[in-house]
């Protein structure tokens, strides 16, 4: 059973570093550490200029920063998937060129397996 991950990992990457808050703020640019404590308190989501600055920061994937928000995200995306699989499926056209191309990558999408990787 997959357990369930924090929203973010931002803090525990920022310590490990020894960086308090408005340093990485200074390294993202932003005014004051007020936003980096906002994202380490689950209150405010970065966008996604500010969490590609993140990943170089800390050199680390999106995808492990935001453990918690992935992995709710890759689930919805993947049922999503498989709606769209089923519904390309049952229509008259699902073996032409085209949709067998969709149906490849809705099919990769489903399968998608969770990162295995922890944060440090």
């Known amino acids: 059973m997959a357990h369930q991950r924090l929203q973010n990992y931002l803090r525990t ?5 020894s960086l308090s ?8 640019g932003a ?10 308190n689950f209150a405010r989501m970065p966008g ?4 590609f ?3 170089i920061v ?4 999106a995808s492990e920063l935001f453990a918690g928000n992935y992995q709710a995200i890759r ?3 993947q049922e999503r998937a498989r709606s769209m699989e089923e519904e390309l499926n049952s229509q008259p056209n699902a073996q032409d060129r085209t ?3 969709k149906l490849e990558l809705l099919r990769s999408i489903v399968e998608l397996k969770p990162s295995s990787a922890r944060p440090s």
Do not use: D, I, W
């Open 13 to 17: 990457h920022r310590r490990h570093h």
């Open 21 to 28: 808050q408005a340093e990485v703020a200074t390294l993202l």
């Open 31 to 40: 005014a004051s550490g007020t936003k980096v404590s906002r994202y380490e």
């Open 48 to 51: 996604a200029l500010t969490v």
């Open 53 to 55: 600055a993140l990943e």
């Open 58 to 61: 800390f050199n680390q994937p």
């Open 75 to 77: 689930l919805a995306v």
């Open 99 to 101: 949709t067998l191309r």
